[in-house]
C-alpha cells in the first residue's frame, strides 16, 4: 500500500517537510547503497518550470553516505544546446539543478544518450526506456506539478515520461492526442474538447518541429560523413 504525505506549507519550511518525509523511508534508504533520482529538467527555465533546485539540495544533503547519480532529459519539442554540451553530450553546467549536483559532487547525466531497452506493458504497449536507473537499489521521483495540453495536469507519473526514448515520446504524444479526438469525436468529455481546441494545434506543431530536427540533423550528419569520405578519397 502506498504511504501518502500531506501537510501545507510555505517557504522554507516544504524543505523541512521533504526531510521529515524522507525519515519515513529511512530503512529503505539505509539498505540501499546506490540511489537514482529523477527531477523533472525539461526546460532551460528555472523553477517552477524545472524541480526547485532547493528541493534537489535538500534531498542530496539527506543522502551523503550514498553513491547517487541524476539523471535528467530535455523536452521533444525542446532545442538541445539549451540543455547539453554540444561536445560532451552532458548536461550544461548553467542550469541550476546541474549546479547543486556539482556542489555535491554528484554526476548528473543526459537519459536522453540512452542506452535503452525495449519493455512490454502489461497492456501490450512495446516502449523503449533508459536502462540506467535499472542498476540503482532505490529511485527518487522529484516532478513538478504542472499543466498539460494532452494529460491536463502532470507530475510524478509524467515525470517518469523522460526514461523513454525520445524519438518514441513524439509518436506517444501523438498517439495521445489521436486518443483525445476520438474521444471528442465519440461524445467526450467537456475537458477534453477544450484541450483539443486550445492545445491540439501547439501539440502537433512541436512534435512536426522535433521531427523536421531530427531530419535535419541526420542529413547534416549523413553530409559530414560523405565530404570527410571525398576528402579520404582525394589524399
Known amino acids: 500500500m502506498s504511504r501518502v504525505f500531506k501537510e501545507t506549507v510555505d517557504g522554507a519550511a516544504k524543505y523541512d517537510f521533504v526531510s521529515r518525509a524522507l525519515d519515513q523511508f529511512s530503512d ?5 547503497s546506490s540511489i537514482f533520482i529523477k ?3 525539461v526546460s532551460k527555465e528555472a523553477y517552477p518550470t524545472t524541480t526547485d533546485p532547493q528541493l534537489l539540495d535538500t534531498v542530496l544533503q539527506y543522502l551523503p553516505d550514498h553513491a547517487i547519480t541524476v539523471g535528467a532529459d530535455h523536452a521533444f519539442d525542446a532545442p538541445l544546446n539549451a540543455f ?21 559532487g554528484v554526476d548528473c547525466v543526459n537519459l536522453n544518450k540512452g542506452p535503452f531497452a525495449k519493455r512490454l506493458s502489461d497492456r501490450g504497449l512495446s516502449v523503449s ?23 491536463t495536469l502532470t507530475g510524478a507519473v509524467k515525470n517518469q515520461f523522460g526514461l523513454v526514448r525520445p524519438t518514441e515520446r513524439v509518436r506517444l504524444h501523438a498517439s495521445g492526442l489521436e486518443s483525445a479526438q476520438k474521444h471528442r469525436r465519440s461524445g467526450g468529455a467537456r475537458t477534453v474538447r477544450y484541450l483539443h481546441s486550445r492545445c ?11 521531427l523536421r530536427r531530427q ?21
Open 28 to 32: 529503505e534508504i539505509a539498505s540501499a
Open 39 to 41: 527531477p523533472n529538467l
Open 84 to 104: 547539453f554540451d554540444r561536445k560532451t553530450r552532458g548536461v550544461t553546467k548553467h542550469h541550476p539543478l546541474k549546479r547543486v549536483c556539482d556542489d555535491h
Open 129 to 151: 526506456l533508459s536502462t540506467v536507473s535499472g542498476s540503482f537499489d532505490l529511485k527518487i521521483s522529484l516532478p513538478v506539478l504542472k499543466t498539460h495540453s494532452i494529460c
Open 200 to 210: 491540439s494545434r501547439n501539440t502537433r506543431r512541436c512534435s512536426r518541429a522535433a
Open 215 to 235: 531530419e535535419s540533423a541526420s542529413r547534416l550528419r549523413a553530409c559530414r560523413n560523405g565530404s570527410r569520405s571525398n576528402r579520404l578519397r582525394g589524399s
